[in-house]
């Protein structure tokens, strides 16, 4: 699996020319491209949400779009509309953002949950229909969403549906005092995201999205991730556990976390690593945990020590 460790290389080492010490953050990002599957970025404002998307775009040189979400938004804001030409007598398509390939939905907690829905189709079935005509989006395509979890006026609560189609959820946190200093000293003239180059091709990124699937899951590490998946949905402080597309979810980004690595097979450390932000946002937390200011990721740390972690051969393909 040189090829794939040798493009998140590429990947990661270009966007942290940006992104300064979240290397962590960036890598789960490049997995999560890496598995076709769509980021939710949860962290206070001025982190550099939108500065990842921008260098992932640049990165693989795809288009990009950003819609900043708002109360009075539309559907039709997101996806597109269609327009009467007076020349022609016919209707005529203007897409919307989202047709990008890379689409930075920023803020999507201050948009009505109408809006938030008209992204559920394009995430998903990656088409959008507008006016009974369906119009397919591009291939890559992934969508990163913001929002910030201190702001809670003149937001609204991202329903489960559409929480479930993030593949992941990540933080990017405040930078350590060091990193921060290296933040002031790279823009002391310009952005660099200004002068961040394309380093991989959109068909180097087919190429190992394809590959990505044919790393090696054995059956004990299948087992371990499907139960702790199972085991969120049994725990007394959770009202609704994860899906099984948080299985699915565990499973494909344990096959990305160990084709980054250099492996062509997955280990139990690699599921441990992606448990919380693959699932946390998937579990529903009941009124006595909430009570009691217990987060998800707690729970999760608890289902974690409570799972047996198996042991064998985890390379054996037969």
Known sequence: MTDIKSFADRV???IEKVIV???ESVELAV??????GHLLIEDVPG???????RSIAKSLGCTFSRIQFTPDMLPSDVTGVSIFNQVTREFEFRPGPVMAEIVLADEINRATPKTQASLLEAMEERQVTVDGITHYLSNPFMVLATQNPIEYEGTFQLPEAQLDRFLLRIRLGYPAMEDELQVLDRQRERHPIDDLDKVVSVEELSEAQHLVKCIHVSAPVKRYLVELTRQTRQHSEVYLGASPRGSLALYRTGQARAAVRGRDFVLPDDIKVLVKSALAHRVILGPAARLRDIDAEQILDEIIESVAVPGGDFTNKG
């Open 21 to 23: 010490g979240k290397r």
């Open 31 to 36: 997995i999560s491209l890496l598995c076709q």
């Open 47 to 53: 982190v550099g949400k939108t500065m990842l998307a």
């Open 12 to 14: 990661v080492g270009n």
